[in-house]
Structures are given as structure tokens and as C-alpha cells.
Nanobody, 122 residues
């Protein structure tokens, strides 16, 4: 069992930056691929970014390419999402997720965090 806890969300003006963190407890994160999803009010949850076990494969949704950066520190059991040049349409609850492979974490993650709210004002 893996427990994922996100932090770093908040209110920021358009053009600003935030860094989300997701810390795992219960088991080490190193065997898992990791991902960030988001869900805006009235919309379905969508994949934002994902990173493979050793960081060799990274995926970004087209809407965040060039603005967001995912990274992981297996020694700290932590995955990060650096979000720059934020836009009002980035407003959502952001969730951390893990899965055995990047293919799994991008489709049917095994574990989910509780989410952290990101609000971008115009």
C-alpha cells in the first residue's frame, strides 16, 4: 500500500509559478511510475504529466508543454510538478498518482493522492 500526499497548491496570479510536491509513505516510490492529473469544476479528470520509473520517459499534455516540468527524487520518495506561466485555465484540483509502469499510471493508476487545489486568477 502506498499513501500519496500532495502539497504546494494555492492561489496565484496568471503568469505566476507554483511547485507541487507529492510525498509517498508506506512504501518507497522508486518501483513506480508517477503522474499528475487535474480536475477542473464540471470537467473530467485529465492527465497532465507522467514520469517513468527512472525518469527516462516523460509525458506532458499538449496544454502544459513548455510550461510544466515533472521530476522525481526517489531518495526522498517525492515527485514534483513545477508549473510556470500559469493560466486561469490551469485552475483545478491536482492529483498525484502512481502505477507499475508509465502505461498504467497514464490510464489506470493504482494509487491516488487526495489532491491539492490550484487557483490561477486573471
Amino acid at each position: 500500500q502506498v499513501q500519496l500526499v500532495e502539497s504546494g497548491g494555492g492561489l496565484v496570479q496568471a503568469g505566476g509559478s507554483l511547485r507541487l510536491s507529492c510525498v509517498a509513505s508506506g512504501r518507497t516510490l522508486s518501483p513506480y511510475a508517477l503522474g499528475w492529473f487535474r480536475q477542473a469544476p464540471g470537467k473530467e479528470r485529465e492527465l497532465v504529466s507522467a514520469i517513468s520509473l527512472r525518469g527516462g520517459t516523460i509525458y506532458y499534455a499538449d496544454s502544459v508543454k513548455g510550461r510544466f516540468t515533472i521530476s522525481r527524487d526517489n531518495a526522498k520518495n517525492t515527485v514534483y510538478l513545477q508549473m510556470n506561466n500559469l493560466k486561469p485555465e490551469d485552475t483545478a484540483v491536482y492529483y498525484c498518482a502512481s502505477g507499475d509502469t508509465i502505461a498504467i499510471v497514464t490510464t489506470t493508476p493504482r494509487y491516488w493522492g487526495q489532491g491539492t487545489q490550484v487557483t490561477v486568477s486573471s
